[in-house]
């Protein structure tokens, strides 16, 4: 299975919905997740495809699609409404189930998150849901449409600029926001639901939040998004909600795997997809991690840069070597610190060589020749070695999975 594949699937109306199905780094995925966008967003929402990400980063493959009308999809936006969305959802839920695997998780970013509350009752094998910044009434979104809502009553439709774009918007789509009870559905849900949402959202207050909460039944969670906007424009922000939604759902979902059936590779996988500049996904074994560069030059600033990845390999190595040879030997060796640094020097033949700093810190009732033999040690450690003696790299190009 590729990591990121596009796919197209029909929804409830005949129209041709499209979408991304992203899976982990080299790892054959235990959870499913479908991602909701917000009202009149698409896909490729800046927020959407970092909170994906980071469930990647822990696991879940994961769906996120154009809704009827939208970006990729086929119909028209403006004769849809809050049942169409409703039931994309609900399609986007049947084809994982018929093509990958049923979706443990939904996640709905608000407008999305309140469809998503009402889709879920529909979704047998979704065990948790998550809203991000939603209303906890649809007739919220009326809002949105500001002195174009009496000419939609009066003309039967009407021309509505939202996120710059315009849509014919038709009295069918506002009839569908008034005839849903958000609250009638809530509580009836079977299902874990967690809340996210910021103080500060000027978009969609964050009194919802708290409707939405109270007409849940537990388990059930609210977590305060301090500082953020309703886009969640951060990439920081969106990074965390994503980890933090893939930490809370563990909790509330069945073991679909075995930890020997995951599949992982031995090889250490990375992966870089073209919308982002630095931050890289890395996969060791089953242990995920990000590689970045700092703001300063155009990164995110999510992991650490590649020669620190090197250095801190130098590093682990150094304090692991020391603390197998302090068992080995009997010695009381409390604690290893390491700290290190990385530079470049030009040679007295103008070449540039990479230096290595180490810094070691021992911690124990030790006498002046065993810390002597801890530095003679230190430089036997098997990365160290390495370093000093250098590498071959052997490099091939291969095809893409299909």
Known sequence: MASTKKVRFQSANGNELVGYIQVPVNQHPEHFAVLAHCFSCTKNLGALREIGRALTQEGFGILRFDMTGLGESEGDFGQTGFVSNITDIVSAYHFLEAEYQAPDLLVGHSFGGTAALCAATMMPSTEAVVTIGSPSDPRNVLKRFGESLEEIQVKGSATVKLEGRPFNISQKFVESLLSDDLQEEVATLNKAILVIHSPQDNVVTVDNAKRIYDFAKHPKSFVSL??????????????????????????????????????????????????????????????SLLADEPEKVGGNDFGPAPYELVTAGLGACTAMTLQMYARRKNWPLDRVEVELDHSKEVDEAGESVDIFTRKIRIKGALDEIQRARFLEIANKCPVHRTLEKGSKVVTELVPLPS
């Open 226 to 287: 301090d500082g953020a906007d309703h886009m969640l424009t951060n990439k920081r922000d969106s990074n965390y909600v994503g980890k933090l939604i893939a930490s809370w759902a563990k909790r509330y979902l069945p073991q679909r795997l075995d930890y020997d059936d995951l599949k992982r590779s031995q090889a250490i996988t990375v992966r870089l997809d073209d919308d982002e500049k630095f931050t890289t996904e890395i996969m060791a074994r089953h242990h």
